[in-house]
């Protein structure tokens, strides 16, 4: 079993919050304890503490899960029962608070899940993600239910072993925890479309043998001729990416390169630096494979005191890189190359996530080499 990320959301929704209390039946002897691990204990702690929850040391009891282990399996599938204590290891953790937590689970990469939740979460306003739990075994994943019941979470995955997917669904059943199978369901109705049973490993597990494709290579040149062209080098090559972005200095360039040559994109990037010429292949490229990224100046600023720090200058250490009047005077010369060249789009990103900025782009990419009708370029999206 592969490890993999597991997330939680915290949703500030106009929801009653849900009730923490849960009614445990008492267990039955000869129980086996699964105490939560240190890796997941200190995922939940880091968690809780940057979400200003409260943690407490607890008066008494032990161990939060307990599994029977004479409980009958049927494919693999646990049998649980909740016990009257609550807390994780060496410590107990009570969370108050009016957000809505959504726990994703899987046992590949997480991907699916992931961007499933992230589609739906674009109808509602979240304010808080956390990564980092892995999930390698049933143990393990019986924590994750167990922490979600605590919190009153809704737990989502994407299970591609059937007895990984039916412990989950019996044990959210159990706790009365919402749950949400994404993986299962479709894949079902495939297996019944082509009449062939699924495998039930994880994408990359090992023995999965999985022939590498031309759109496999593709990407992989892809993110090679990025990481290459990162932060304005080989301007000589700016001719040969599908994808050209420009902007100031910690506007998102290189991130937002990688993830767009993820999906099989060459992009360069070329830093707006006042006061430095800018490459003349800039210019010399198909202008409609240019975009222009430009971000809210105090935004800015926060990123670039953040940036300087973590690079070690300290307070006293005076730079215009991240000062208000320095950020402006870039950001003005910026504006003034974007209207010199008005055919390429200049998109806002403040606020934008990696991915809704890829969106916009990836629009008006195909939207122009489709020959789309298209509003005149002279707003920023």
Known sequence: MLACPCSAFNLRATAAPANPDISDPEPEPKVRKLKGSPQFNRWYRARALRSGHKLERPSHGTGALEVNPSAQRTSGTLSLEPTSTANDSDREVEVTDSGKPI???SDG????????VNAALGQFEHCLVDRGCPIDDVERLMEIIKQAAKEGALLVYTLADPSMA???K????LWGIPSTDILGPITEAIAAHLGVSPSGLPRGAAGRNIPLSDEYFRRIEAVEFTIKQDDGALPQNLSKAGIVLTGVSRTGKTPLSIYLAQKGYKVANVPIVKGVALPKGLFEVDPEKVFGLTINPLVLQTIRKARAKSLGFGDN???NYSEMAYVKEELEFARKVFAQNPTW???EVTGKAIEETAAVILRLY???KQKCSMPRISKRY
């Open 170 to 173: 019996q044990a959210c059943k």
């Open 166 to 168: 039916e412990s989950a």
């Open 317 to 319: 250490a005076r730079s």
């Open 345 to 347: 789009p200049v998109i």
């Open 366 to 368: 195909h939207d122009r």
């Open 103 to 105: 726990y994703m689970v």
């Open 109 to 116: 990469t997480g991907w699916t899940a992931e961007h499933s």
